[in-house]
Nanobody
Framework: QVRLAESGGGLVQAGGSLRLSCTASGTIFSSVMGWYRQAPGKQRELVATITSGGSTNYADSVKGRFTISRDNAKNTVFLQMNSLKAEDTSVYYC????????????WGKGTLVTVSS
């Protein structure tokens, strides 16, 4: 089984920073790792993704403020969030897509980020 363990959420003031981490356990190949978020009453949306080769993709709303990175050796993805805004308040979910014996798309349980204005 492939499991994702997230950490790093919390409460921060507007303008502050947080760093999220997510480590995948289990074997998965050719993976794309990413972060999504879901605010109350809204649909889950893409925040950022990164391929195993390091290609990144960001939502327009976070470009220039968030940076996604990964450590392939540790199957870990990071999301550095700077200049946080109240509208960034959401549950952030880690995701990994790739090839494994157990499926191709896995989600973490989510970590809450609250930005106070």
């Amino acid at each position: 089984q492939v499991r994702l363990a997230e950490s790093g959420g919390g409460l921060v003031q507007a303008g502050g920073s947080l760093r999220l981490s997510c480590t995948a356990s289990g074997t998965i190949f050719s993976s794309v790792m990413g972060w999504y978020r879901q605010a109350p009453g809204k649909q889950r949306e893409l925040v950022a993704t990164i391929t195993s080769g390091g290609s990144t993709n960001y939502a327009d709303s976070v470009k220039g403020r968030f940076t996604i990175s990964r450590d392939n050796a540790k199957n870990t993805v990071f999301l550095q969030m700077n200049s946080l805004k109240a509208e960034d308040t959401s549950v952030y979910y880690c995701n990994i897509k790739g090839r494994s014996n157990y499926g191709s798309d896995f989600w973490g349980k989510g970590t809450l980020v609250t930005v106070s204005s």
